[in-house]
């Protein structure tokens, strides 16, 4: 059983900054990629930043120079650093682990069950 759980998020003044953690935990083999998604009222969900086993990142246009993504392979830790937030980045943000739990099998999406970000002055 594999347990995806994040930690972090809260209310914050525009421009303020906040950090997102997020740990998988349990029967993992392998981790490809970990991330973070978000989803507005309203709105799809969106991907917001990943960052692949080999250190390879990707952004969301909106969120470029603004968030960092970091991750310790050792831990399965995957952190989110938010800065110059904006009202617009209000959202629920959810942490995303696609792995493959056992040897041999296949690799699928776990997700966390989501944090509160809310950007308001």
């Known amino acids: 059983q594999v347990r995806v759980v994040e930690s972090g998020g809260g209310l914050v003044q525009p421009g303020g900054s906040l950090r997102l953690s997020c740990a998988a935990s349990?029967?993992?083999?392998?981790?490809?990629?970990m991330g973070w998604y978000r989803q507005a009222p309203g709105k799809e969900r969106e991907l917001v930043a990943l960052?692949?086993?080999?250190?390879?990142?990707n952004y969301a246009d909106s969120v470029q120079g603004r968030f960092t993504i970091s991750r310790d392979n050792v831990k399965n830790m995957v952190t989110l650093q938010m800065n110059s937030l904006k009202p617009e980045d209000t959202a629920v943000y959810y942490c995303n682990a696609n792995l493959a739990p056992r040897v041999g099998w296949p690799s699928y999406n776990y997700w966390g069950q989501g944090t509160q970000v809310t950007v308001s002055s």
């Open positions: 960052v692949t086993s080999g250190g390879s990142t």
């Open positions: 349990g029967s993992i083999f392998s981790i490809n990629a």
